[in-house]
């Protein structure tokens, strides 16, 4: 049954990321800075781009925080700073982002549950949003790559008021200080119940300043 469904939801993905890499995507890149066992900090770049050209550019600098453990809970807390330019590098939106965490350890299996707020800083007029997410992670790893699968329902509400729904399926894999992330995402958008396709690529290096 297991398997199956793996079937299913690789299918779904390969299918989807075809279709969206002729229409949107969104590339990732990002440094990841390992301070201590319970600090981090990244400078990342993240691209929209619609029919392969550049529609937003968003450089970042965020940081990660470990908050501790208690059973099979435990605990993380993260700050981001975004500032998106378009392809003529004309301003178009400064956020701040906080968010906090808790991941549960069920078999294996990370259930996390963020709670994460934004506020956007814009011409047209700022505001803040919410963004609730549930991921799960699956303890399977295959290759040498150790491909693992993994799924997410995100909601965005704007002032009280629900604006659209991303539900993630992908995989995330890596080797020594390299990680990535392959996935799509589904994007219901309110009040149009428009359906979108957004491919994710994601590429991560960690440099461990820990000196073990």
Do not use: C
């Not at 050209?53 to 975004?82: K, Q, R």
């Not at 549930?134 to 008021?161: M, Q, R």
């Amino acid at each position: 049954m297991i398997k199956k469904i793996i079937i299913i939801i690789s299918t779904l993905i390969i299918s989807s990321s075809v279709y969206a890499m002729e229409n949107r995507s969104k590339p990732l890149q990002r440094l990841i800075f390992k301070v201590s066992d319970f600090f981090q900090f990244y400078l990342e770049n993240e691209f929209y781009l619609d029919y392969k050209e550049i529609i937003v550019d968003t450089p970042a600098l965020g940081t990660d925080y470990n908050l501790g453990s208690a059973g099979d809970f435990s605990f993380e807390a993260a700050l981001i700073y975004m500032h998106m330019i378009d392809k003529y590098f004309n301003n178009v939106e400064n956020r701040i982002r906080w968010s906090v965490s808790g991941i549960y350890n069920l078999h294996g299996f990370k259930i996390a549950l963020r709670g994460r707020f934004e506020y956007r800083i814009r011409d047209r007029g700022n505001a803040l949003r919410a963004r609730p997410r549930i991921k799960i992670k699956t303890p399977w790893k295959w290759t040498k790559l150790n491909f693992s699968p993994y799924i997410s329902d995100e909601l965005f509400i704007t002032e009280e008021k629900f604006d659209s729904q991303e539900i993630e399926a992908g995989f995330s894999f890596g080797t020594g200080n390299w990680g990535f992330v392959l996935a799509n995402i589904f994007v219901l958008k309110e009040p149009t119940k428009h359906v979108e396709n957004i491919l994710i690529i994601e590429t991560k290096y960690k440099i461990d300043f820990r000196g073990k």
